[in-house]
């Protein structure tokens, strides 16, 4: 199939959103074998079917590179109660926050973890995401990490979008080992670690990092598992204070650390020379109003690539719109356009490892999203606006 007369932002870093006025895109099969200026379309693609896109902007489809998509319940509750003036540690520390979602997770099943998810799902889908991340973490125990797992995976069945999943054991201690960290981790973590590998549901090992959550050393043992199956690592790092999470993560060459309100030069420092992708996650900061803002400065000066997602979940981030969380990434944290559609492009990619996908040229998978926009600043300049004219899908429109 020959896409035509477009622009193409093909978000490789040669130049500014890699531009190319005027372009073509060739794809066979679920590949992409061109692309470029139409001038130099080769003669042997000319007569192929072609779908002209009317001088519209091509991207590369979005990618939502952290979410916690998969949960049962709601926490509008705990909604009121931050507005009436409780922090997350507080609300968190009365047994709300996650274990509330834990409760609610465990009591549903596989098929009503996948029923409840879909709905999200097909949000971002419509916003031209054809990547998604999805964690675990609300099970706690390892017949509900699995469960989430397998009703993660099974999203790529019943809808056109890549999945990957990552085991997010040590979210967050269950009620039934208070005080028992490393207890957690030996009785319940581990196990289900292990047995989510043997099941091939686990593409990555998270953790969360933080004084409510579990320690460096806490996470030094579930990555050091990880790396002895060969599972590539991410963190939740430097959210609510600086544990050192996002040092420990670059130290084992995650994929990438996130939230990082709390990072510091040195942070990163360490994850530029470790390649550690930054995920910027507006939402979470925006929904529990903090006030300290990732190191955006930092990050450009060292070079670490910036991701940006939605971390749709029920508790500190509701949010099912990639578009929107661009705009309160360049809002809110002052990120460029071009960066935040890089960051759920080319850096989304790169932040699960998606080695096909984030850029438009010969060989990437052809997952495409054609906007109705004069320039791809307008991708992120508007708010609670979905501009997407059509979404290409593994070649497919």
Known sequence: MLLRNAT????????PYGLIPDGAVVTEGERIVWAGAAADLPERYRTEEALDLGGRLVTPGLIDCHTHIVHGGDRAREFEMRLE??????????????VSTVRATRAASEEALLASALP???????EGVTGIEVKSGYGLDVETELAMLRAARRIAQVRPV?????????????????????????EVCLPALEAAHAEGLADAVDGFCEGIAFTPDQIARVFDRARGLGLSVKLHAE???????????????????????????????????????????????YTL??????????FRAHGVPMAVATDCNPGSSPMTSLLLAMNMSATLFRMTPEECLAGVTRNAARALGMQDAGTIRAGQRADLAVWDVESPAELTYRIGFNPLWKRIFGGRP
């Open 162 to 186: 890549r999945v990957r999943t990552s085991f997010l054991g040590a979210h967050a201690l269950p009620p039934e080992f208070a005080d028992r960290h490393d207890a957690y981790i030996d």
């Open 120 to 126: 999200r799902i097909d949000a971002l889908i419509a």
């Open 85 to 98: 003036g409780a922090s997350y540690e507080e609300v968190a520390r009365a047994g709300g926050g996650i």
């Open 239 to 285: 959210q609510l204070s600086n544990l050192g999470g996002a040092r420990l993560a670059a130290s084992y060459g995650a994929l990438s650390a996130d939230h990082l309100e709390y990072a510091d030069e040195g942070d990163a420092a360490a994850m530029a020379e470790a390649g550690t992708v930054a995920v910027i996650l507006p939402g979470a900061f």
């Open 289 to 298: 109003r903090e006030t300290r803002v990732p190191p955006i400065a930092a």
């Open 8 to 15: 193409l932002a093909t978000m490789t870093p040669d130049r």
